[in-house]
């Protein structure tokens, strides 16, 4: 692979790579939109003080659904990172 090409994709994994590390734990969350009614299923990375009970899961994420428009409506289950 040539160096010009190489330099973006080793920035894009190392990005990546820092994303991911931030992260203590998996949800999977089931959320529902109005008007018109839509419902989801969804998974999310949470914080390390995110992730020790449904309701400090529920509590980081919901904020983050409704700045984009949706409601939480339940933590399905909470999967340990590494």
């Known amino acids: 692979m040539t160096r010009h090409r190489l330099l973006p994709l080793l920035a894009l994994v190392a990005c990546l790579a820092a994303g991911a590390a931030d992260a203590a734990c998996q949800v999977q969350y089931k959320a529902k939109r109005d008007n018109p009614l839509k419902l989801d299923f969804g998974t999310a990375d949470l914080p390390d003080e ?8 529920a509590a980081a994420l919901a904020p983050r659904l409704a700045e984009k428009g949706w409601t939480l409506l339940a933590i399905v289950s909470i999967v340990p990172k590494g």
Do not use: M, Q, R
């Open 50 to 57: 995110a992730c020790a009970s449904e309701a400090a899961a």
